[in-house]
């Protein structure tokens, strides 16, 4: 087996330890491993229970070839080879990736009602890293907005947005500090992208430079660190649909309990398996994962430091049929 320092990957955007998620697979994540695979197969693979099964054989596989010259990136990317048509062929991604736009698009409009907020018609919508597009194109339509602008570093909107009348799409380019825009626009959609971006906060920055003052900004992250403590203090997030924090009655769930039970570098460990495969194994798209996970303070307190009033934070869990990983909704408010 390798040293631990094998799967050392740096620090992220918010200065916490992250690795490589192979590291998963070594003796000392043995109980981390178990969690996954228990809360994978509950919320992730729908009882199918073989599909993790092979995700661990393949892994390990691999890491038992490891040279001098193989990095664990070079693993990952192999691993990632193996499993892509395997884990692809049965469909259920597909439908699971569309699912969860539906999801976010319901826990979007009900923020909104929360906040009663309200738009019109002439308000223009931008998403950066639309992904898919499907989201925006809901709440567009839901909205009963007539346009919105569309931005991603890879064009793979599905075919029914491309042809969606009222929908542009602009490439977003290296260095990012750009739209090829003149717009200015009310509304902004950025879900589970700012994680993806080697530097979240200059793509942050360019979004906002093109959102006019008492712009409504939704930012769905997937954030790590939060604890039962912070939890109960945001017992609001119930109104939300889909999360999975609470029972009816309110309490917290049980598997919940558990991953909040973990250590900080577990969630860690955590939220980069997920992101990783649903990312890099799931899909096809070569998707970055810097893995810039942060606590949902340290959000807050960079949207904040950035001329955005937070209205509120809801609390999510895991609440999506593929990327199972602890989500937060922010809703801010440009100043
Ligand atoms: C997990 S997907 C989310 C897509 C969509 N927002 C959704 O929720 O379905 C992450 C997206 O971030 C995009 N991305 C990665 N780096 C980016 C960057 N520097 N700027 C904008 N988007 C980026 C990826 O191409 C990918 O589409």
Known sequence: MQEYSFFDKGVNCFDYAKYSPLILFTHKYQHLKEKIRRDAVKYLFADKRHIFDEIEKVCIEELAKVNQNRSSLDVEHEVERKLHFSQNQNGFVHNRLSERCYRIKDQIIASINDLTLTFSPTDKILDVGAGSGLITQLVKHELEINYALLTDVVDYRYPEVRSSRGIDFKLFKQPFNKIETDQKFQVAITTNTLHHC????????????????????FVIESCIGIDKDY?????????????TLYHENGSIQSDQLEYLDLTNEEKMIYGIFFDWIYNRVFLNENINVP?????????????????????KTYLMGFDQPAALEFHTLHVLRKT
């Open 198 to 217: 080697d530097h979240p906060k200059e793509v942050f920055k360019t979004m906002a430079s093109y959102l006019e003052p008492g712009s409504i900004l």
């Open 231 to 243: 939890v109960k203090s945001n017992l609001h997030s119930t109104k939300i649909p889909c999360q």
């Open 291 to 311: 893995y810039n996970f942060g606590h949902p303070e340290d959000w807050n307190i960079y949207f904040e430091s950035s001329n955005f009033e937070v209205l």
